[in-house]
C-alpha cells in the first residue's frame, strides 16, 4: 500500500518556475514507477512524466520536454516535478502516481495509486 500526498502547486506568471513535491507513504516506495499526470479544465488526465525506480530512468510528454525535470529521493520517500518556463497552458490540477510493474508507462491506466492533486495555475 502506498499513500501519495502533493505539494508546491500555485499562482505562478508565464515564465516562471514551481517545484512539486509528492510524499509517499509505505516502505516499497522505492521499488515503484512514478509518474506525474495533469488534469486541464474540460480536458482528460494527461502524462507528463514518469521515473524509474532507481531514479536513472525517465520519460516526458512532448508537451514538457525541455522544461520539466522529474526526480525521486528514495531516501526521503519523495519525488519532485521541477517546471521551468512555465505556459498558461500548463494550468492544471497535476497528480503524483505509483505504478508497481517497473515500466514507465504514460497511461494512468497502469497506475495502482493516486494523490489528491495540486492546483498549479499560470497566468499570461
Known amino acids: 500500500q502506498v499513500q501519495l500526498v502533493e505539494s508546491g502547486g500555485g499562482l505562478v506568471q508565464a515564465g516562471g518556475s514551481l517545484r512539486l513535491s509528492c510524499a509517499a507513504s509505505?516502505?516499497?516506495?522505492?521499488?515503484?514507477?512514478m509518474g506525474w499526470f495533469r488534469r486541464a479544465p474540460g480536458k482528460e488526465r494527461e502524462f507528463v512524466a514518469a521515473?524509474?525506480?532507481?531514479?536513472?530512468?525517465?520519460k516526458y510528454a512532448d508537451s514538457v520536454k525541455g522544461r520539466f525535470t522529474v526526480s525521486r529521493d528514495i531516501a526521503k520517500n519523495t519525488m519532485y516535478l521541477r517546471m521551468n518556463s512555465l505556459k498558461p497552458e500548463d494550468t492544471a490540477v497535476y497528480y503524483c502516481?505509483?505504478?508497481?510493474?517497473?515500466?514507465?508507462?504514460?497511461?494512468?491506466?497502469?497506475?495502482?495509486?493516486w494523490g489528491q492533486g495540486t492546483q498549479v495555475t499560470v497566468s499570461s
Open positions: 502516481a505509483a505504478d508497481s510493474t517497473g515500466i514507465l508507462h504514460v497511461s494512468r491506466l497502469f497506475y495502482k495509486y
Open positions: 509505505g516502505r516499497t516506495f522505492g521499488s515503484y514507477t
Open positions: 521515473i524509474s525506480w532507481s531514479g536513472g530512468s525517465t
